[in-house]
């Protein structure tokens, strides 16, 4: 019942931009820190990007610069914009609102940066 639905990824040339989007349904949208993660062929997944309902937000060193994340309360969606590509970017990219009580993930989108 609770969704969160992303959208957005392809794949893309190093240096090329994507911008991704996560819906939320039926949550409080506001109570949530939202977050993008990502989890590459072998990897763990890792924190991208994260953002509270104030609109402070934290980024992985990886990507400082490059990425930013922006959420909109009223349409109940975060964003993920993908600057400056580089191959080692590619993995699944997967939404996550949390608080206390709750921890909710997304189906995932790949993200492919490739010659």
């Known amino acids: 019942q609770v969704q969160l639905v992303e959208s957005g990824g392809g794949l893309v040339q190093p240096g090329g931009s994507l911008r991704l989007s996560c819906a939320a349904s039926?949550?409080?949208?506001?109570?949530?820190?939202m977050g993008w993660y990502r989890q590459a062929p072998g990897k763990q997944r890792e924190l991208v990007a994260s953002?509270?309902?104030?609109?402070?937000?934290n980024y992985a060193d990886s990507v400082k610069s490059r990425f930013t994340i922006s959420r909109d309360n009223a349409k109940n969606t975060v964003y993920l914009q993908m600057n400056s590509l580089k191959p080692e970017d590619t993995a699944v990219y997967y939404c996550?609102?949390?608080?206390?009580?709750?921890?909710?993930w997304g189906q995932g989108t790949q993200v492919t940066v490739s010659s």
């Open positions: 996550n609102a949390r608080r206390v009580a709750a921890d909710i």
């Open positions: 039926r949550i409080f949208f506001n109570t949530y820190i």
């Open positions: 953002i509270t309902s104030g609109g402070y937000t």
